[in-house]
């Protein structure tokens, strides 16, 4: 699960970009947003399927079995988020109420679907707590994306508090992966060696800081969202595109392109092979300790 308190983190970018990765380089991806902003869809460019989180909150509010939006990449399968997404919490808490044992209702509501699938990728809201909390009784490993500022540090405090919770009570096996360190500019070295100091104070040296990080790249970002293109989809648009002097010409307005397009895209490689290869070193060593082939 990708997930932190703070807003406006790169959690949705992350989980977007790493799903698309992790399904062109061959793995079967389901990538499902809990996030009543929907953004997932966007970002993929299939806002147009999207049922808003109906599916969802079907699914995991009365046990209806979850039928994905397929091929919205080769290999990529999504659970779509929206506003039915905060009908979902009014749900979970009343039911709650009642003494259910709400907390396993995402798991069970993906079992059916997981061993279809390499890698199941959540995206978090910035707040619902409870809707974390499912989604850490469903998980393995949590990906923390922050800014360098003290809040978006503090709001990854919270993530991790909360894990430590689970961890005690629904969900012994959920760790953190690690934590990606974005938007950053290409020169902020000093800044990036400061978070990485501050981080290893809040979490303590134990948990990993992934090496690549994104770079601040405003008007990639946007384009990406408002397209509906990854990053590494963005930088091949801009690779046909044709150039500034003849766009100008044309009777059609056409896209523009940011020159950051190549950077973005190969910061994200790196990231999400770092993330995939950090992944299936842990599950390896997992399958080890328990002494599975
Ligand atoms: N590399 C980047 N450089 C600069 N801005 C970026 C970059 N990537 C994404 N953004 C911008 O940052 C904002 C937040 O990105 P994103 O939606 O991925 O974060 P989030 O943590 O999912 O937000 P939320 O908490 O609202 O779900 C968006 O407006 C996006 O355009
Ligand atoms: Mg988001």
């Keep these: ?7 406006g983190v790169l959690k949705t970018s992350l989980a977007a970009n790493l799903a698309g990765l992790a399904a062109l380089s061959g793995w079967r991806v389901l990538a499902v947003d809990l996030d009543p902003q929907g953004n997932l869809a966007s970002d993929l460019g ?7 989180g109906e599916g969802l909150l079907r699914a995991v509010a009365d046990g209806v079995p ?31 109420l009642t003494g259910q044992f709400v907390h396993g209702w995402l798991d069970r509501a993906l079992a059916p679907l997981a061993g279809a699938y390499n890698l199941v990728l959540f995206d978090c809201p910035p707040g619902e707590a ?20 003290l809040a978006s540090i503090h709001g990854l405090g919270a993530v991790f508090a909360r894990l430590l919770d689970v961890r005690s009570t629904t969900n012994a096996n ?30 303590g040296e134990s948990v990993a800081v992934f090496d690549p ?48 397009a190549a950077g973005l895209a190969e910061d994200y490689q790196r990231l999400a092979e770092a993330i995939l290869g950090a992944f299936s070193a842990r599950q390896h060593e997992l399958a080890a300790t328990i002494g599975v082939a």
Excluded at 1 to 7: A, E, H, L, T
Excluded at 81 to 92: A, E, M, W, Y
Excluded at 218 to 238: F, P
């Design 174 to 203: 959920v760790e953190v992966l690690g934590v990606v360190v974005g938007p950053v500019g290409t020169q902020s070295t000093a800044i990036v060696r400061d978070t990485r100091a501050k981080l290893a104070e809040v979490l």
């Design 66 to 96: 979850l039928a994905p939006l397929t091929a919205v990449r080769p290999g990529l399968d999504l659970v779509a988020g929206g506003p039915r997404t905060s009908d979902l919490t009014g749900h979970l808490s009343r039911a709650a």
């Design 213 to 260: 990080t994104i770079r601040l790249a405003q008007a990639a970002a946007v384009h990406c969202r408002e397209r509906g293109l990854l990053a590494h989809e963005y930088e091949a648009a801009a690779g046909t595109a044709a150039p500034w002097w003849k766009r100008r010409d044309c009777k059609e307005p056409q896209p523009s392109f940011s020159s950051a």
């Design 1 to 7: 699960m990708v997930s932190n308190g703070k807003g």
């Design 130 to 149: 409870l809707i974390h909390t499912l989604a850490l009784t469903a998980a393995h490993y949590v990906l923390i994306p922050t800014q360098p500022d």
């Design 46 to 52: 299939v806002l147009d399927r999207s049922d808003g």
